[in-house]
């Protein structure tokens, strides 16, 4: 995997390697890119103000939430409006969407590192 800081890409080879370049917390974010270069990743880390992006050849996705208990994991809404009105997507705490914690926005990093794929300790919305 490759990790690129402004321009700047960096080999990610184990979660150690994936903390010492998110625990730097870049302010413009990284960007996580699959060995195929087919799914990346960006993660911003701020706080309880950090956020996802997830794009692929198809795939345009901005980070809505963590997933409350019980719903199933990885869902995807098609956009803001229907995610408002789905029960699964109201945000229990009432935060604000498209905001997740460092903590939450670190596993979803971990996750893509470990499966290449999608996060789905996310839910996630098509982006506008």
Not at 23 to 43: C, I, K, W, Y
Not at 52 to 69: A, I, K, N, Q
Not at 82 to 93: K, R, S, V
Request: charged share 20%; proline share 9%; with cysteine.
């Amino acid at each position: 995997m490759q990790a690129w800081i402004d321009g700047t890409a960096a080999a990610v080879a184990d979660t150690a390697d994936l903390d010492a370049i998110l625990g730097a917390e870049p302010p413009g974010g990284v960007t996580l890119a699959s060995d195929d270069g087919r799914r990346t990743l960006h993660v911003t880390c701020s706080g309880d103000r950090s956020g996802l992006f997830w794009e692929t050849e198809t795939d345009l996705l901005l980070s809505w939430g963590p997933v409350p208990p019980g719903a199933p994991a990885g869902q995807v809404v098609g956009d803001a409006e229907y995610a408002y009105d789905n029960p699964w997507f109201a945000l229990p705490d009432g935060g604000e969407p498209f905001e997740i914690t460092t903590a939450q926005a670190r596993r979803a990093a971990h996750e893509f590192l470990r499966t290449g794929e999608r996060p789905t300790s996310v839910q996630w919305v098509v982006k506008p």
